[in-house]
């Protein structure tokens, strides 16, 4: 089983829709938790790292639930400049010296 | 804010060449660098996780011998690649996380496209 699971899609939006993607990780013991964003042929950007409680960051929310070893995205309010890959990224500790386990992405394409 | 800087952007040798590839943190110490490739379509697979002053930690199926890591400092780390091959074209980036408490993410460089004719 892969360390983090994500519907690659694509996913086909009209501007202005709301969009949710999943994603699920086997480690339990996993410490960190992001959402990073990947043009194509670009390095992947950090969106918005996930805690606990949920957080939201203007029109993007991310939700974790441990119990589940389950986080989402939710995009509202969907733009063209949001087409990319979304990448779920977990770390098995908040320490520096852990690397990131990243899911294959989930790709988006927002149309006018 | 926090810049890792990755050096060259594009590389196209022919089979054989080695090629070095640069990892710098701009503004931050980094005691511990990763090395990750990215083949078309795929995920970023963590290749090898890069240690100042001691040896490299190498993931299972990654040739230490091929891909040759020097740390030699807190804010560079190179990654050469040995006799590339066309399959060992892809796009490798380097990343660091800040060391500081909380969720500290990792910062990227820009990668590094590497064709091999």
């Known amino acids: 089983r892969k360390e983090v699971e994500q519907d690659p899609g694509p996913f086909n939006v009209p501007e202005g829709a709301t969009v949710a993607f999943n994603c699920t990780y086997s480690?339990?013991?996993?410490?960190?938790f992001f959402w990073y964003r990947q043009d194509c042929r670009k390095e992947p950007k950090l969106l918005m790292s996930?805690?606990?409680s949920g957080n939201e960051d203007g029109r993007f929310t991310a939700q974790l639930n441990r119990a589940s070893q389950y986080i989402s995205l939710l995009i509202r309010d969907s733009k063209l400049s949001d087409s990319a890959t979304y990448l779920c990224?977990?770390?098995?500790?908040?320490?520096?010296?852990?690397?990131?386990?990243f899911g294959k992405g989930t790709s988006l394409l927002v149309t006018p | 804010g926090a810049v890792v800087s990755q050096h060259p952007s594009w590389v196209i040798c022919k089979s054989g060449t080695s090629v070095k590839i640069e990892c710098r943190s701009l503004?931050?110490?980094?005691?511990?660098m990763f090395w990750y490739r990215q083949f078309p379509k795929q995920s970023l697979m963590l290749m090898a996780t890069?240690?100042?002053?001691?040896?490299?930690?190498?993931e299972q199926g990654v040739e230490k011998d091929k891909f040759l890591i020097n740390h030699a400092s807190l804010t560079l780390s190179t990654l050469t690649v040995t006799s590339a091959h066309p399959e060992d074209s892809s796009f490798y980036i380097c990343?660091?996380?800040?060391?500081?408490?909380?969720?500290?993410?990792?910062?990227f460089g820009d990668g590094t496209r590497l064709s091999i004719l």
């Open positions: 503004d931050f110490q980094a005691t511990t």
């Open positions: 996930v805690y606990s």
């Open positions: 990343s660091a996380r800040i060391a500081r408490g909380g969720n500290q993410p990792q910062h």
């Open positions: 480690n339990s013991a996993s410490q960190s």
């Open positions: 890069s240690n100042e002053g001691s040896k490299a930690t190498y």
């Open positions: 990224v977990v770390s098995p500790n908040s320490n520096s010296g852990y690397a990131l386990n």
